[in-house]
T-cell receptor
């Protein structure tokens, strides 16, 4: 299996622009997670899905952030409008079932908002 | 509020010596803990875990110790190798699949 796939790997955009991050989980995994990594807060869970349904989005920092999972093999995290403080590395992870403690992470998307 | 804390942002160790990475948690309901390892430009990968019914779990050069009364766990790497240089995250699953990660400790093993 190719593992969790994220695109783009790097994104540089100007403040106010819309940013869309993409994730393809490992085939057969039913749970998908979006994390943000910053120096100050480490890895923060933003939102997670189980069987394509959002379960907990309490980590989403603001209404500017939204996430969708239209099918079992694809998810997006959108920031609109983007701000410089959104600059971070965003990781997507998947696990086989909810309650499976081992999560498999993608390589991350490094977002820079100028 | 950080429920899982790693108070040492960095650690340097000589090759062949022991590396000890520490992690503290605040939620006494946590019953499972994991360590993830992260190389630059890659996602974190699972390294080792421990259930709260144990106080030690060993896997090759890696051993995790859990002190429930102190709400503290540590990862020991012995002997340390240059390839162990990475960022190590401590994590604990909460309700549902809510994972709480620490801020990470960057380990440098000096050849």
């Amino acid at each position: 299996d190719a593992g969790v796939i994220q695109s783009p790997r790097h994104e540089v955009t100007e403040m106010g622009q819309e940013v869309t991050l993409r994730c393809k989980p490992i085939s057969g995994h039913n749970s998908l997670f979006w994390y943000r990594q910053t120096m100050m807060r480490g890895l923060e869970l933003l939102i997670y899905f189980n069987n394509n349904v959002p379960i907990d989005d309490s980590g989403m920092p603001e209404d500017r952030f939204s996430a969708k999972m239209p099918n079992a093999s694809f998810s997006t995290l959108k920031i609109q409008p983007s701000e410089p403080r959104d600059s971070a590395v965003y990781f997507c992870a998947s696990s086989l079932i909810i309650g499976d403690y081992e999560q498999y992470f993608g390589p991350g998307t490094r977002l820079t908002v100028t | 509020d950080q429920q899982v804390k790693q108070n040492s942002p960095s650690l340097s160790v000589q090759e062949g010596r022991i590396s000890i990475l520490n992690c503290d948690y605040t939620n006494s309901m946590f019953d499972y803990f994991l360590w993830y390892k992260k190389y630059p430009a890659e996602g974190p990968t699972f390294l080792i875990s421990i259930s709260s019914i144990k106080d030690k779990n060993e896997d090759g050069r890696f051993t995790v110790f859990l002190n429930k009364s102190a709400k503290h766990l540590s990862l020991h790497i012995v002997p340390s190798q240059p390839g162990d240089s990475a960022v190590y995250f401590c994590a604990a699953p909460g309700d549902g699949n809510q994972f709480y990660f620490g801020t990470g400790t960057s380990l440098t093993v000096i050849p």
